[in-house]
């Protein structure tokens, strides 16, 4: 069955430390990989996806993250957080119906 | 421009009745999706329109919960005789579907229900 497991379920960090929230996916066939996040009391909005190409792909706000097929993950990073960072963010795959396929979700928690 | 809008936005019920949730998808968008969220754990899917095909309902959890969506317009999730397990938030995304790929889900606020 395809699934997707987030490593972190709550994180503690800093200003200006760096970030790295892991993601692993379980499916084969077409990869579409993405991270939302939702930020207390808003939608969730997508930070960055992946579908073909280049595997480091750019989200807004700073964030990256990098696909490793071998590894079946799709970490997120941030070379130095904010405490605006401060959010609940989730990494999805999508099968091949369409529909998302959502990992736990990882509280991050930056201090100032 | 307008977004994904839920309606309620909270909703409190009592075991046993039935509730309407509504989701109105961005103008335009062809594929509707229902998820919900429940305390501490991930985003469940549970339905999925495209279009005028059959939707997939492999998510529901039980024949309690039913969705119907008026062409490629309003969509409403009914939960029949609701269970305190049912309490969660409830969200609706929608995107546009091409032929050849799949496009990014714009997700509403949520329906955050509470089963009593």
């Known amino acids: 069955a395809q699934s997707v497991s987030q490593h972190n379920h709550h994180v503690i960090l800093s200003e200006a430390a760096s970030l790295e929230l892991g993601c692993n996916y379980s499916?084969?066939?077409?990869?579409?990989l993405f991270w939302y996040v939702q930020y207390p009391g808003q939608h969730l909005q997508l930070l960055l996806k992946?579908?073909?190409?280049?595997?480091l792909v750019k989200g807004i706000k700073g964030f990256e993250a990098e696909f490793i097929k071998s590894k079946f993950s799709f970490n997120l990073r941030k070379p130095s957080v904010q405490w605006s960072d401060t959010a609940e963010y989730f990494c999805?795959?999508?099968?091949?119906?369409?529909?998302?396929?959502f990992g736990q979700g990882t509280t991050l928690q930056v201090k100032p | 421009g307008a977004g994904v809008s839920q309606s309620p936005s909270n909703k409190v019920t009592e075991k046993g009745k039935d509730v309407e949730l509504r989701c109105d998808p961005i103008s335009g968008h062809t594929a509707l999706y229902w998820y919900r969220q429940r305390l501490g754990q991930g985003l469940e899917f549970l339905i999925y329109f495209q279009g005028n095909s059959a939707p997939d309902k492999s998510g529901l959890p039980s024949d309690r919960f039913s969705a119907e969506r008026t062409g490629e317009s309003v969509s409403t999730l009914t939960i029949q005789r609701t269970q305190q397990e049912d309490s969660a938030v409830y969200l609706c995304?929608?995107?546009?579907?091409?032929?050849?790929?799949?496009?990014?889900?714009?997700f509403g606020p949520g329906t955050r229900l509470t089963v009593l």
């Open positions: 999805a795959g999508r099968s091949n119906t369409g529909k998302l396929i």
């Open positions: 995304a929608s995107s546009w579907r091409t032929i050849s790929s799949y496009n990014e889900q714009f």
């Open positions: 499916y084969g066939g077409t990869v579409n």
């Open positions: 992946y579908f073909s190409g280049d595997p």
